[in-house]
C-alpha cells in the first residue's frame, strides 16, 4: 500500500472528534496527600542536598526534581469535587483540572495545543 493510501486509510480509522468525558468524583472527599507521590522528588533532593555541586546548581536541580512528583489525576479530581471555592480556582490555574474549555482558554492551554498542530503543520506539510 502507498505511503497516501495509509494516510486515508488512518484518517477513516481515527477520528478527530474530541469529547471530554464525564467523571462522577467519590462520595468520600479525599486528603490532599493522596493526590500526590513525592518519593522519587524526595530521593532526588536528599541526593542534590549531599553532593558537592554549587549552591546554585542545587536550586536548579531541586527545581528540576519537582517534576518527578507524579499525581493521580483520579485522586485529584475527587479532592476537587470537595474542595473550597477558592482550592477549586488554584487547581484550575494549576491545569490540576480542566473544567470548561473557554477558561482553559483564557488560562492558555488551548494556545499551546494550537501552536503545537501549527507547528506539526509546518514541519510535516502532507501529513
Do not use: W
Not at 490532599?32 to 549552591?55: G, H, N, P, Q, R
Not at 477549586?88 to 492551554?109: C, K, N
Amino acid at each position: 500500500m502507498f505511503a497516501k493510501e495509509q494516510d486515508e486509510e488512518a484518517k477513516k480509522k481515527y477520528s478527530s472528534k474530541v469529547e471530554a468525558p464525564i467523571y462522577e468524583p467519590k462520595v468520600k472527599p479525599r486528603h490532599v496527600f493522596e493526590c500526590f507521590d513525592k518519593s522519587k522528588t524526595i530521593k532526588l533532593i536528599a541526593d542534590i542536598e549531599s553532593s558537592s555541586v554549587s549552591d546554585e546548581e542545587k536550586i536548579m536541580l531541586k527545581e528540576a526534581a519537582e517534576r518527578h512528583t507524579i499525581f493521580n489525576y483520579e485522586t485529584v479530581a475527587d479532592y476537587y469535587a470537595h474542595a473550597t471555592p477558592e482550592m477549586q480556582s488554584l487547581m484550575e490555574d494549576s491545569a490540576l483540572v480542566i473544567i470548561d474549555f473557554d477558561r482553559a482558554i483564557e488560562l492558555g492551554y488551548v494556545q499551546i495545543s494550537q501552536d503545537l498542530t501549527a507547528q506539526y503543520g509546518e514541519e510535516y506539510p502532507d501529513a
